[in-house]
């Protein structure tokens, strides 16, 4: 049976669209976000990603379940649609924290320098991506007790 007007779903943009920091793109924008991210398979128990370390890219989880901790103790659980590590697409600083794949995993991973390219070509995600990092800086402080 032949669809008529329309495209077969991406799961990649599907899963991508419901990404906090992606989630002003419009279609054609996400398209090309999902055309740069490679999907991997983790097993759990994998390092994804180790405090201190330099930064090149950030991780989308698609399926399974992983654990951010900061100095070893604060501990925050992440699940299929969060996006953890996306502040290496903006600079190479050390990472902020550690993620653990608490169980086996499916990852979509954009590169920082693949993403830096994009971002030349098509600046409008630079805008989206940036407002969606600030909202979250903004969240993360509110969250925050003052002294």
């Given at each position: ?15 991508l669209a419901k990404v906090q ?19 991997i398979e983790v097993p759990a ?86 407002a969606a990092v600030g909202e ?12």
């Amino acid at each position: 049976m032949k669809r008529r007007g329309r495209r077969a779903r991406d799961p990649k943009v599907e899963r991508l669209a419901k990404v906090q920091l992606f989630s002003a793109c419009n279609q054609r924008e996400l398209s090309r976000i999902a055309q740069l991210a490679e999907e991997i398979e983790v097993p759990a128990g994998r390092v994804l990603i180790r405090q201190g370390d330099p930064g090149r890219e950030a991780f989308v989880i698609r399926d399974g379940r992983a654990k951010a901790t900061v100095r070893g103790k604060k501990s925050v659980q992440l699940g299929p649609g969060e996006c953890f590590g996306e502040m290496a697409l903006l600079d190479a600083a050390p990472r902020s924290a550690t993620v653990t794949a608490e169980s086996d995993m499916r990852l979509l991973v954009l590169d920082s320098r693949q993403f830096s390219t994009l971002l030349e070509d098509q600046p409008n995600i630079g805008r989206r991506v940036l407002a969606a990092v600030g909202e979250r800086v903004r969240n993360a402080e509110r969250a925050q007790p003052h002294h």
